[in-house]
């Protein structure tokens, strides 16, 4: 699943970089994009290791993470920056819950391609600068942030039924239905705080 | 001129993954087009060592190697490699011969963001492959490429009539109009070589 949606956070990137403003900012985000091309890389080089046909292995999340990306197409330089903050901001801290449910060494190579912290700060001063200097855009951006968190948890929730692999992982690693709701608790707390940390309205 | 087709090629690059069969060719093409963003950060940095700015730099280059882009579109895999192999292996050439002419430094960072031959190989056994099984691809793909040298050359015309110091360098450094006859005979043989090579009709 990360494997895949590193393959498709480039590409999207990729694309939205043709947003930017300028050809400083489109380099960033084309940049941003090539981390995540490095991270696949990686992710499959394991995949392979495992002794899993990577290819076969990312299938099953092809549906969900495309029809993710299809429903939230950007439509300006913020949107996109938004997406990448928010979007990213949330996948990362489940993939980061998950990792601890792995062994050692999937655990750090998981958090080792989790994006660079770097490229959350630039993202995060360009939304943060834009509202400031234009106070009405809090709203827009923040029902666009909505859009993205309600759109994700719709396709986490099938994949979450079409993987019960998965889902047993975290159900396992979290001990019982409450560590799984403590889980979910603290995803949407970290959200909340990145959403305050811009100017976004939770 | 060079940081700034990095940067178009980047997205190029990154766009044309889309249309590979399978999710392993479009990571393929999806690495080449990150390869080219972190040579554009190498070039980016030492434009700033030199005392210019970036952008300003290449702003004078967007117009014609947009206009390539936009005039070359493939429409399909075969197209996206074609032009990956020919139009970067032209370009790449074409950069070499220039960086003879510049100081030891420079002439070194240009060499090393020429393209990797591992995928220059990709692309020239991908095409050859899909011959060999297809033959009658060759005729449509040798149109495609002579298109790809057509505008190639258009808008290399362009760039030489609105930027004479690039064309001095050439001139100075072949030493005379002959030695630039000479450099232009050099890159149409490499050209016609690479063609060959997978199958292409010159």
Redesign the interface.
């Known amino acids: 699943m990360l494997a895949?949606g590193e393959?498709l956070a480039?590409?999207r990137m990729?694309?939205d970089?043709?947003l930017a403003p300028?050809?400083?900012r489109?380099?960033v985000l084309?940049?941003m994009?090539?981390v995540e091309?490095?991270n696949?890389?990686r992710l499959?080089e394991r995949l392979g290791e495992l002794g899993a046909d990577?290819?076969a292995a990312?299938?099953p999340y092809?549906a969900s993470l495309q029809a993710y990306h299809d429903q939230t197409e950007p439509r300006d330089w913020l949107e996109a920056l938004t997406k990448a903050y928010v979007g990213d901001g949330i996948a990362d801290d489940f993939s980061r819950e998950v990792a601890a449910f792995l062994d050692h060494r999937d655990r750090e190579l998981v958090l080792q391609v989790l994006h660079d912290s770097h490229y959350n700060q630039f993202a995060a001063a360009e939304i943060r600068t834009a509202i400031e200097s234009d106070p009405k855009l809090a709203n827009r951006l923040s029902m666009w942030a909505r859009r993205l968190v309600g759109e994700g948890l719709s396709q986490a929730q099938r994949v979450a039924g079409e993987r019960p692999a998965l889902t047993a992982l975290i159900v396992a690693g979290s001990g019982d239905q409450a560590g799984v709701q403590a889980l979910f608790k603290r995803l949407t707390q970290s959200h909340g705080a990145r959403m305050t940390a811009v100017g976004l309205n939770n």
Chains 1, 2 share one sequence.
């Open positions: 895949y393959l480039f590409d990729a694309n970089a043709r300028d050809l400083r489109r380099a084309s940049e994009a090539a091309i490095t696949y890389r499959v990577p290819q990312m299938v092809v």
